[in-house]
């Protein structure tokens, strides 16, 4: 789930033209190496709470400039982001649930 959600980031700042490659979105966008979502994809593995936060805060920190220009369709689009960034707490807070989970912590 974690993962499906940062691809959707991806494609969705690709759409708006916030990003251009996949080694933009991984180093500026999660703080990780250019081929960090491909070792995800290759490996099965979900991504890090680090780099699903630092992604989130990235969101929040565009959401809030995009609304400094006060048009309509950047609103728009900070509304979108804004959605995006909800999701990736959503997914960290579900990583954690499965972690205590696994461990036998009752929550």
Known sequence: M???IL???RDRLRAAGIVK???QFCELWLGKSECYLRGLRFNDIS???D???TCAAQLA???RQLRGYGKDKHSAWAEELDQLRVACYGAMD???LRKLERKGICV
């Open 94 to 96: 579900a990583q954690a």
């Open 2 to 4: 974690a993962k499906m």
């Open 61 to 63: 920190m565009t959401a």
């Open 7 to 9: 691809e959707q980031v």
């Open 21 to 23: 490659s996949d080694k």
């Open 47 to 49: 991504p890090s709470a």
């Open 51 to 53: 780099a699903l936060a």
